[in-house]
């Protein structure tokens, strides 16, 4: 999981309406909108005004990044859920959560996001949220992927998730990323890829693309009128780029946020959950 700075996430509070707005223009639905089609769930089967959200502060590793938990609030708060930041981190942050009766509980070390159904004993976790998201972001202004041709930059764990579902749509899909084991690795799980080597080329022959990688796309290289789905930290476009792009979704937390929110309010909800088959396979690909 590629780490958040404080300065990738320090507007997000006061940006949510912003966000729904440039979603709108995008893509014609919202954000909430957009984790809910992910999950191919309509409004009414989940109200999610019922369900209570703790984000616990954890300093292992790296440490936490100030401002990331009240982020993580803001963006569930934003979907309608009572949400808060424990006083406590860690284990003490988890237990307050526990004796509060807290739904889910959001929690981020260096290595996993994950946001935990207490009710159900389920998690839904940032990386296939994010894949899910952003994948569900680019069929919709695409108008769908079957039989389409998609670029994919970077095969790590949200790329590599993201390829899975755009196989299991029929999209063509030509995957570039430097790393020749990544690359090996899913063109053994998915024989129908096709792997570019040269990145400029790639790109300007793409007339849609999902950056799953931190890479710098310069904007001369983007064709016009471009479909980006781009879940990619940190952001890779110049001025140029986004003026080409016709659709460019982006942002540090909030889509994959919202995902994991819902999908993991989802699970309360008795067969209604989302079901992909996330072969384990795929955890190799880091």
């Not at 009572?82 to 942050?93: I, M, N």
């Not at 789905?229 to 890779?236: A, D, H, L, R």
């Not at 780029?241 to 659709?247: L, P, T, Y």
């Amino acid at each position: 999981m590629t780490r958040l700075t404080c300065q990738m996430i320090e507007n997000v509070p006061d940006s949510m309406g912003l966000r729904d707005e440039r979603l709108r223009q995008d893509l014609g639905i919202d954000m909430k909108g957009l984790s809910f089609l992910s999950l191919g769930l309509e409004e009414r089967d989940l109200n999610l005004h019922r369900f209570t959200v703790a984000a616990v502060p954890i300093t292992s590793g790296k440490g936490v990044t100030k401002g990331f938990c009240q982020s993580v609030c803001a963006i569930t708060r934003h979907l309608g859920m009572k949400s808060f930041v424990t006083e406590g981190t860690d284990v003490v942050g988890f237990n307050q959560a526990m004796e509060c009766g807290t739904d889910i509980v959001f929690m981020a070390d260096d290595i996993e996001f994950v946001a935990v159904n207490m009710r159900e004993r389920r998690s839904a976790d940032n990386t296939r949220s994010t894949a899910l998201g952003y994948f569900t972001g680019l069929k919709k202004a695409m108008g769908g992927v079957r039989g389409k041709d998609v670029l994919v930059i970077g095969g790590g764990r949200v790329g590599s998730c993201a390829i899975e579902l755009l196989a299991d749509e029929g999209a063509k899909i030509t995957l570039i990323d430097p790393d020749a084991t990544k690359t090996d690795i899913l063109k053994h799980r998915f024989p129908s890829i096709s792997v570019a080597s040269d990145l400029p080329s790639a790109v300007a022959n793409a007339d849609a693309l999902l950056n799953a990688s931190p890479a710098r796309i310069k904007g001369e290289w983007i064709r016009e009128g471009a479909i980006i789905s781009s879940p990619g930290i940190p952001y890779s476009f110049d001025a140029l780029g986004e003026s080409r792009a016709a659709v460019l979704v982006h942002d540090p937390l909030q889509i994959g946020v919202s995902v994991m929110a819902t999908w993991s309010a989802s699970y309360s909800i008795h067969g209604k959950a989302k079901k992909i088959g996330w072969p384990q396979a795929i955890e190799v690909v880091q």
